[in-house]
């Protein structure tokens, strides 16, 4: 599976667009993710270990609010975005 960042989220990732992982959930990558980029954990996640409400994932584009045990596939692509409010 492989993570997708775009925007400000790209200068805590050292400016990479595209970051792989071989696990075989969500939770499990994240965990790596976390490992190897430490300050995102604290961007995204709340002390719960739940998603900051101020956070989006989607999994091939289905976006995922709370179930973060799901399973992934070496051909899934979780997208990462801050989530965006107006008016």
Do not use: C, W
């Amino acid at each position: 599976m492989h993570f997708l960042f775009s925007g400000s989220l790209l200068r805590y990732v050292g400016y990479q667009r595209q970051i792989a992982y071989e696990t075989g959930s969500l939770a499990a990558a994240l965990k790596a993710l976390f490992k190897d980029y430490p300050a995102l954990e604290g961007l995204m996640m709340e002390t719960d270990h739940s998603l900051r409400r101020t956070m989006r994932m989607a999994i091939n584009n289905e976006v995922v609010r709370s179930d973060l045990s799901r399973p992934l596939a070496a051909s899934d692509a979780v997208e990462v975005m801050t989530a965006i409010s107006g008016g």
